[in-house]
């Protein structure tokens, strides 16, 4: 009798086909753990490796030095520290580019036989060679041929130009340079009593000082003030012998604060305010005005009652008979600021180069009046 094979009923084919799909589902999850986990050694051993690698690469070498980004994080992650935990550690960091913004004055060349007479330092403010620094240690006429002025290079210049400020009490003067390492005035912000600075003396190349001093308020007896004379803030302990140097004063974040005049600082903003008439007509041009004022935060209320002034602002007390303010005027704001304790008038009009015009509100007569006072 024949044999036949009889086909498998669908239902049963169907049957054995979900079984064979179940085990590998069943079977899948394994070989996917097992492919991660490679994936993932592979990745940790080519991460550890390419650190390695980008690590150790020398940051000199043309092109593939810069793949070294181990070293740059971590000198921006200690620039960071520095700055936020200490102000003096920062200025510290920051020397190799503040000493180049700092010249040695002597009243001959230095030698071996000839050393020379230290004078002072100066501060570069123009890249093409202008500079500045105290009127008091600037070389008398019968040394300025012979002086000598080191700058960052090492390279010896003698003066060309230059031009005294009896306003701040401070010398302009140029060399035949190009090309130098200007210093930083940044925003120029006003001194208040019980800021730190750093006060920086360079000697040649090589040898410096640097100290921390805290600044008080030269002027607080005083209670009348004079647009014709500079506002200038007073360094504590004023027996340090740095100051007769006429050291520049520096902010902690490398920018300019001053230069010291006998324990003075003269600000940065005085400076500054001098360049754009300096570099087109190698003269110093100051504001003429000329008024006497003083802070109403110097007194007291039943005076302010009793002559109907303003809580704050700027009391004229004398002034010129045709000039824009008046003897009597309450400055309360200047350019939309309104005027507090700490804002001095001749500070703030020798901060701005002159013919700047000034917009400000004053009380006069009982009456807020708006002016436009062109420095």
Do not use: C
Not at 32 to 58: D, E, M
Not at 78 to 84: G, H, K, V
Not at 253 to 259: C, E, Q, W
Not at 322 to 328: D, E, F, M, P, S
């Amino acid at each position: 009798m024949d044999q036949r094979i009889v086909p498998t009923s669908p239902k049963k084919r169907s049957h054995t086909s979900k079984q064979g799909s179940e085990h590998n589902r069943r079977s899948h999850p394994h070989l996917l753990f097992i492919v991660t986990l490679i994936a993932l050694l592979f990745g940790t051993v080519s991460g550890l490796l390419g650190f390695a690698i980008a690590s150790s690469v020398p940051e000199d070498w043309p092109l593939i030095g810069k793949l070294n980004v181990v070293n740059s994080f971590e000198k921006e992650r200690q620039n960071i520290l520095l700055s936020t935990r200490s102000g003096e550690s920062s200025v510290v960091s920051q020397v190799p580019q503040v000493v180049n913004q700092v010249v040695s004055v002597y009243n001959t060349a230095p030698t071996i036989s000839e050393p020379g007479i230290f004078l002072g330092d100066a501060v570069v403010i123009t890249a093409d060679g202008w500079m500045v620094m105290p009127t008091a240690i600037f070389p008398p006429e019968a040394e300025r041929e012979q002086a000598a002025v080191i700058i960052p290079d090492g390279s010896t210049k003698h003066i060309v130009q230059y031009s005294k400020d009896s306003f701040s009490g401070l010398t302009f003067f140029r060399v035949e340079a190009q090309n130098l390492s200007v210093v930083n005035f940044g925003e120029s912000l006003p001194l208040r009593a019980g800021d730190t600075v750093s006060l920086l003396v360079k000697q040649l190349q090589q040898f410096m000082v640097y100290e921390r001093r805290v600044v008080g308020d030269s002027d607080i007896s005083n209670a009348v003030r004079s647009t014709t004379d500079v506002h200038q803030v007073a360094i504590v302990d004023t027996d340090s012998r740095i100051q007769s140097a006429g050291a520049p004063a520096f902010y902690s974040n490398g920018t300019l604060a001053g230069i010291i005049i006998d324990g003075i600082i003269v600000h940065s903003s005085v400076i500054q305010s001098a360049l754009p008439a300096l570099t087109t007509s190698n003269e110093i041009i100051r504001s003429a005005l000329d008024v006497q004022y003083m802070q109403l935060e110097q007194v007291t209320d039943e005076e302010k009652q009793l002559q109907s002034l303003p809580d704050a602002g700027l009391y004229i007390v004398a002034a010129p008979e045709n000039g824009i303010l008046k003897t009597g005027d309450t400055i309360i704001s200047i350019n939309s600021h309104f005027i507090n304790g700490e804002d001095d008038l001749s500070t703030i009009i020798h901060s701005r180069p002159v013919e700047t015009v000034f917009y400000m509100t004053v009380v006069r007569d009982g009456e807020e009046v708006a002016i436009e006072l062109k420095s």
